[in-house]
């Protein structure tokens, strides 16, 4: 005869309980967060640096965090927007989680601001599954990474919100299948939307603010991914029946 | 590698139950962990070897010193509403219906990343146990 305690208690609860504990705390001040997920190189900091410049010129109140295991480069490429800007280094950690991000706010975050873009640690494995109490979920893949990526890593576009493809000015150069990107993409994420982007040639730079802009007026995203209706979202462990038997 | 990250979650939770186990906020006479059974959907990027690899070394120095780790994998299928039809989803998934070609309507199995089964051992601190 030994104990045996039945938990059933979702692993991840504790960040998915302090994540809509953050976005309802943000929500209440007028903040919506954008989570952008891509591997490192994809281009999301050239991207994303336009867009906040775009931000800064429409008068939409926006700030950024971005994280990297080591470096501030980011941060020093990101503030020349104008917008207010902040690096987290994240030690080693491959991905944040919402405590820390919600560590990071206090007393840094400035009250106005409506948009607040978190550039997510370069990595499209780890991120995925931890909620930051995002209101939208990006994923970004360049062109340069070749049509299977959704397929590669199907838990970062397949809980996307919106999908960036960023480097389009080199879709030629490399050869880039477009049809069999959208078909993968829609493979695990049937009915995301997917934009094209060139930072370099400011081709698509808005798109992103304006699904931001949208989500925040709405109080959520415009898509619903399949992938997010799994029965493991949002448990919460104070919600799971502890019980005994003896076997 | 987030498996370590989820590793420590799970130490941590299984230490909670532990003390509610014992009915003791203290854990002195909290139970150790003979083993822990993790449900693990495949679609819910976690890779078991580098979890099992991440188990052990969270475990140290805590109630789950020495206890085993059996991972259920619980394979992704998905519904859609307006044809009835139910599918495996394979890895990678394919969240499109196989009957109508359009989007799945729901996921029903296949993110699961939960705690499903603690066994307990002899309490940590006394010699005496409430059964076993």
Redesign the interface.
Known sequence: ????????????A??DHRADELRARLAARGTTVVNLLSSPGSGKTALLEAELKLACERGVPVAALTADLATENDATRLARSGAPVKQVLTDG???L?ADMLAAQLDGWLPEATRLLFVENVGNL??P???DLGETLRVALASVTEGEDK???Y??AF?LAHLVVVTKADLAEAVEFDCAGFLANV??????VEVVFTSARRGEGVGALLDRAVAAHENGGPAHRP??A?????H?H?HHHH?H?H?? | ??EM??AL??V???ET?AR??AGDDTGASA?KA?SVT?RV?E????VPDSLRFCFELACADSLLVGAELHVETVAGR?RCAPCDADWATG??????CPRCG????????????????????QPARTATP???
């Open positions: 005869m030994c104990r045996v305690t039945e938990l059933q208690q979702a692993v991840l504790k960040n950690l491959c991905h989680e494995v780890c995925a599954s931890y959704p397929l590669k199907p838990s397949g829609r493979q695990v994420n049937p009915g399949v992938m209706t799994g029965p493991q979202r448990g462990p502890v005994e003896a076997h | 590698m987030h990250s989820i979650a799970v941590g939770q299984v139950a509610v186990v139970p003979r993790l959907g679609l819910a990027g976690v998905a890895l990678p998934p394919d969240l499109c359009s989007g799945a309507s729901q996921l029903t199995a296949g993110r699961e990343l939960e705690i499903a089964e603690v066994r307990w051992g409430k059964e076993d």
